[in-house]
T-cell receptor, first 116, second 113 residues
Framework: DGGITQSPKYLFRKEGQNVTLSCEQN?????MYWYRQDPGQGLRLIYY???????QKGDIAEGYSVSREKKESFPLTVTSAQKNPTAFYLC???????????????FGEGSRLTVL | DAKTTQPPSMDCAEGRAANLPCNHS???????VYWYRQIHSQGPQYIIH???NNETNEMASLIITEDRKSSTLILPHATLRDTAVYYC??????????????FGQGTRLTINP
């Protein structure tokens, strides 16, 4: 089945450690996104990528880094510079063209990061 | 992008129609209305979108007022599985590239047995 796979589902980290969250999609989508969600809040955009080897900062990029070396993969690294990293992280993907398939966002199941 | 206003929570009885309102009084002519929902601890799921005509699909109907300043998402026969947070989003259409949608706090819909 086509879809988006995020791993790990749950992750615990000590303060000062970097951690990388994986996101893989087999939907042949050009665009991929990372969102952060805090309890009871909406989603905030961290980074997005419209094409391989290119990515743009979202609204809350500080303390995060990404790479887009393959179309299928868009890993997110939460660095030690992120002051409050405990959150639910969601990866999404979409088409980018004007015509053809719908450009709705497809989301993964999320990764819950807890900093101890 | 235009700002949206939604009630923080709503209740609906199972089997009845759930009508979720959204105000977007500053919407401009090229902005679409999108609806997504998020079941607890899962990723959001696309429901429907529209520009000015009413839309219907297998999940829901979207009614947009003639002046486009508000819309209503209708779940015709709500089930317990429709309990979720529903997000109304307004976004410019007609361009290529990434869909940078802004998800506010949405409406928490509870379907009661």
């Amino acid at each position: 089945d086509g879809g988006i796979t995020q791993s790990p589902k749950y992750l615990f980290r000590k303060e000062g450690q970097n951690v990388t969250l994986s996101c893989e999609q087999n939907l042949n989508h050009d665009a991929m996104y990372w969102y952060r969600q805090d309890p009871g809040q909406g989603l905030r955009l961290i980074y997005y990528s419209q094409i391989v080897n290119d990515f743009q900062k979202g609204d809350i990029a500080e303390g995060y880094s990404v790479s887009r070396e393959k179309k299928e993969s868009f890993p997110l690294t939460v660095t030690s510079a992120q002051k409050n990293p405990t959150a639910f992280y969601l990866c999404a993907s979409s088409h980018t063209g004007l015509a053809g398939p719908s450009r709705e966002l497809f989301f993964g199941e999320g990764s819950r990061l807890t900093v101890l | 992008d235009a700002k949206t206003t939604q009630p923080p929570s709503m209740d609906c009885a199972e089997g009845r129609a759930a009508n979720l309102p959204c105000n977007h009084s500053t919407i401009s002519g090229n902005e679409y209305v999108y609806w997504y929902r998020q079941i607890h601890s899962q990723g959001p799921q696309y429901i429907i979108h529209g520009l000015k005509n009413n839309e219907t699909n297998e999940m829901a109907s979207l009614i947009i007022t003639e002046d486009r300043k508000s819309s209503t998402l209708i779940l015709p026969h709500a089930t317990l599985r429709d309990t979720a947070v529903y997000y109304c989003i307004v976004r410019v259409g007609g361009f290529q590239g990434a869909q940078k949608l802004v998800f506010g706090q949405g409406t928490r819909l509870t379907i009661n047995p």
